[in-house]
């Protein structure tokens, strides 16, 4: 194993060398002509299945209709130089952040983001990362040396009594 080796690899080996893998399954497809194991002919099942599927004789005849009627009509790619798409950005344009959306929700914009402990800016620079670990470094530094001014744990003739 290399640091290249996939995770299911991995496990797959792990079950293995604890005697929990198991044998690799034949496909089986069970069809209104009975089952079919061969994976040749399993692939051909699949495939006369989605033609059939996806063919026209599936929609409703007024889909057909409307599908017909719709491809007869050209499609227009001449667009103007008038058209939105075909404006040239404006410097606010390009620098601001885009408006995106997951799953319809939007999603807010920041300026800077720590995702697996690394603090990432809005360029992905490093410097945000850089200043923080220093904030925090100092943090701790100042703090070991406010404790390393005191002495600790009881002097020697009070330890000498016990």
Not at 53 to 79: C, H, L, M, N, P
Not at 127 to 132: E, F, K, N, R
Request: aromatic share 10%.
């Amino acid at each position: 194993m290399t640091c290249h080796t996939s995770a299911r690899e991995v496990w797959d080996r792990v079950r293995a060398l604890s005697g929990r893998s198991r044998p690799p399954s034949v496909p089986i497809l069970t069809t209104d002509r009975g089952s079919v194991t061969e994976a040749s002919e399993v692939a051909e099942e699949l495939a006369r299945h989605f033609a059939t599927v996806s063919s026209s004789e599936a929609y409703f005849d007024t889909f057909r209709q409307r599908k017909t009627e719709t491809e007869r009509t050209e499609i227009d790619f001449g667009g103007g130089t008038s058209e939105a798409y075909n404006m040239p950005l404006t410097m606010g344009e390009a620098h601001s952040p885009p408006q995106l959306c997951l799953r319809s929700t939007p999603v807010r914009y920041v300026e800077k983001v720590r995702f697996l402990g690394l603090l990432f800016d809005k360029k992905l620079r490093w410097q945000a990362h850089i200043d923080a670990v220093e904030v925090q470094s100092r943090k701790a530094l100042s703090l070991l040396r406010f404790v390393g001014r005191f002495r600790w744990g009881a002097d020697r003739e009070t330890a000498k009594k016990f």
